[in-house]
Every structure is written in C-alpha cells, then in structure tokens.
C-alpha cells in the first residue's frame, strides 16, 4: 500500500465529506493500492480542529492553512473553504507543489477560475500537478452510463439536452445571510453553486462543449437575516433581527447552443419550494433518450429504437455494469449514497496523482464550468446571446 499524506483545509460539510471519502478509499478502491493518512487538518474554528481529531483521526488540526502546507508529511490537499477562498488558497498550494481537490465553483468568477487553472498547470516548474473539482454527480454510476450511450452513438446525433438543478435550501427568508449571498464571498449565487454542476454534466456526458448562451436570472428574497455566529452547510445558525441584501442570483434560466450541433436548456434555483434536491439531466437524440434524476440516484430511464405497443421508457436499475458502482455494491438495484460518489471522486484524484492521469474532473473543466457560468451572468444583463470562451 502507498501512503499518501492528506491536509484538508476547511473542516464544515464538504471537509467532512473529504476526510471520510479518503478514509473509505482502501476498502473501496483496493486495487489502487493506496492509503490516505490524514495527517493535518485546517480551520479556524476550535470545535472544528477538536471534530478533525476526535471525529476523523487526523493527526494534527491548525487554525491556518500556511502550516498544512508547510508540513513536509503532506502529499496533497482538499480545499472545502467557502467560495472566496478557494483561489488564494488553490494558489498557495500550487506554489507549495501539492496537488488539490478543490471544491466547486472552483473560483467566485472565471478569471479566479483562469488562475486557479493556469498555476496548477505551471505548478512544479512546469511539471504541472494533479487536480481535481468537487463535480460529484459525474460519478453517479447511471451518469457514467449515460455518457458511454451517448458516446457509443447508441442514442444517435444528440439533439438537445434539458438539464436543472432546482433546490430549496435558500427558500425560506429567515435564514442566515451567508457568504453564500454575497457576491463578492460567494460569487454568482445558485449559478456558480448549482448550476456550474449542471454545466459539467452537460459537457461530461454530451463530450460537447456549450458554446453560446442566452438566459435570464433573478433575486426572489432581497433580504435575509444577519448570522449571528458560522454554522456549518447552507444554514444551522442563530439569525438577527436585522436584514441584509442579498446580491446574488437565486433563479437562472439559459438556453445553449453547444458546439457539436446540440442545444441545451439549463434551469437552476436555490429557492424552489417543494423541490428538495432535485438535480436531473435528459439526453435526446436521433435514435433514443435517457434521462437521471439525483432524487432517484440509483436508477436511470432510457429509451431506445421505434414503436410498438409498448413504446416508452424503461428505467433500469444501477448495478455492477454502470461506472463504480460493483466498488459498493454487489448485485444490480442496492442502492449507493451521495457520499459513495465523493469516494469516486477521491479515488480518481489519487490515482490521478500516483500514476499521472486524468480521470477525475480537473481544473481545465472548472474553469470550463466558470467560464458558461459567467457568460450566463453577462447575458442575463445584456439580454443578448454571449460567447463562451474556450480553452
Ligand atoms: N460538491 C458538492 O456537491 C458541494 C456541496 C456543498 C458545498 N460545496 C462547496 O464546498 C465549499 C464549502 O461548502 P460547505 O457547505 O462545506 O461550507 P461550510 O460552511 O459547511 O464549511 C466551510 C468551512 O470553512 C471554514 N473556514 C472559514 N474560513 C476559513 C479559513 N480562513 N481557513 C480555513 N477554513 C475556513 C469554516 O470554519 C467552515 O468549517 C463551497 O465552495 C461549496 O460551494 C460543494
């Protein structure tokens, strides 16, 4: 077994998330032949470092980020911080040489994204280091499906493609005025948080890049309550009375034209009452469609060919056959969970870093996320159909 050293900077939701996935990687990716040793963890929280400890078995836990990266016993690290962090933080640790799995979106805007990207792959004078970004539902074991039937042609020409990612964890207006709201700290609202997901899996399992977008976007609660102290995930924290503005997007609706002849719709909302995490992708083309919703991760429907009388979708459910999924599961229809795509993840961005691959989502498809997020952004105020750049 190799060891790999792990710091993992930020210890709320996705640090958590982070730690555990590294932890499950040997009895989940045994053929990798790796062991994460969770050597250091950062955040300026008390009861975060004691959790890191006490909770995970780290080694080490420290308020800064400088001694993460300073510590020699360090391989790689995870950056989970809020948004505004990321790009300094990315930064640092591609000048320290140490590989990162950075949580999405990976900058507040493309061009943190751009440097983010450019440093990782100048990084080691020029050698370059393994990345990787928090795009987790590419691992669900029916997307991975999905993108073989479309790049097996099995669907025929891809048409068009409706993709949304509707949640409701910003639909009540007592909760906390996060650094999620702000622009500066969090970016482009649900856009950089939902819909950068949407914009991936749109390119991952088309293999087409979106390449011109027109939308429209809106903020439906313009105030929200002062946090009192932090809270970990989108809220769990005692409020004020006094209310704050909310600078950005909680709605956005695009159309794309993607650059192998496909069209897509994308719809993303934080504030969709009823819809719980309702994050799902369609495929159509010439000979067939299919369709995923993460509310039923575990299955997939697909239909394929012409007529008959009993014409329709089949859903089929996930099984050994689909992507990772016999590293979970045995037999076809036992469910896997959210977190199981976070190990994918891990073991991908550490196989990555031993063998010089790139299987897991990188920084080149983060920036390329950032860069349909914002085009989304500058077409949503010039009301006019913008170009995405590319590369
Ligand atoms: N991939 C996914 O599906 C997914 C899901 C949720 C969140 N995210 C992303 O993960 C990131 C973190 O989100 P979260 O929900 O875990 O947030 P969170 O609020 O639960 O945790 C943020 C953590 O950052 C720590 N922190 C604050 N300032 C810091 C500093 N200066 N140095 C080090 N740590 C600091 C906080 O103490 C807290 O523990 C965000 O970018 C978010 O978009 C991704």
């Known amino acids: 077994m190799r060891e790999i050293g792990i710091g993992v900077i930020s210890l709320g939701w996705m640090g958590r998330l982070h730690a555990s996935s590294y932890q499950r990687l040997p009895s ?65 640790a591609a000048a320290a040489g140490k590989p990162f799995w950075i949580e999405k979106p990976m900058g507040v805007s493309a061009a943190q994204s751009r440097e983010i990207r450019d440093a990782a792959a100048s990084a080691r004078d020029g050698a370059g280091i393994a990345t990787a970004v928090g795009f987790n539902y590419r691992h669900a074991p029916a997307i991975a499906h999905l993108r073989e039937l479309v790049a097996g042609g099995r669907l025929g020409r891809i048409t068009n493609v409706r993709c949304w990612f509707y949640a409701d964890y910003a639909s009540s207006p007592e909760g906390p005025l996060t650094w999620r709201y702000d622009r500066e700290r969090g970016g482009s609202g649900v856009i950089g948080d939902l819909l950068s997901h949407g914009a991936d899996l749109v390119q991952h399992v088309t293999g087409q890049r979106l390449a011109e977008v027109t939308a429209t976007s809106d903020v439906f609660i313009e105030e929200r309550r002062l946090p009192l102290g932090a809270g970990v995930g989108h809220g769990a924290v005692a409020v004020s009375e006094e209310r704050g503005p909310v600078e950005n997007e909680d709605w956005v609706a695009a159309l794309a034209r993607l650059d192998g002849g496909a069209h897509a719709t ?48 089949t859903t089929v459910l996930a099984g050994p056959g689909h992507g990772e999924f016999a590293h979970f599961q045995p037999g076809p229809g036992i469910p896997m969970s959210f977190d199981d795509l976070k190990t994918i993840e891990a073991a991908a961005f550490l196989s990555d870093v031993v063998h010089g691959t790139t299987s897991a989502p990188s920084a080149a498809d983060g920036l390329a996320a950032a860069e349909v997020c914002e085009a989304i952004v500058r077409s949503a105020a010039s009301r006019a159909w913008e170009t995405v750049p590319q590369g």
């Open 28 to 92: 989940r990716f045994t053929e990798l032949g790796i062991r994460p040793r969770l050597v250091v963890a950062a955040d300026p929280i008390e009861e975060n470092q004691q959790a890191a400890i006490e909770q995970f078995g780290f080694e080490k836990a420290v308020a800064s980020i400088e001694e993460v990266l300073a510590d020699p016993e360090v391989d790689v690290v995870s950056i989970c911080s809020p948004n505004f962090l990321h790009r300094d933080f990315a930064l640092a």
């Open 266 to 313: 994308l719809e993303s909302s934080r504030v969709a009452r009823g819809h719980r995490s309702d994050y799902a992708l369609e495929v159509f083309g010439t000979e067939g469609s299919a369709r995923w919703s993460f509310t039923r991760m575990n299955e997939f429907e697909v239909m394929l060919g012409e007529g008959g009388t009993e014409h329709g979708y």
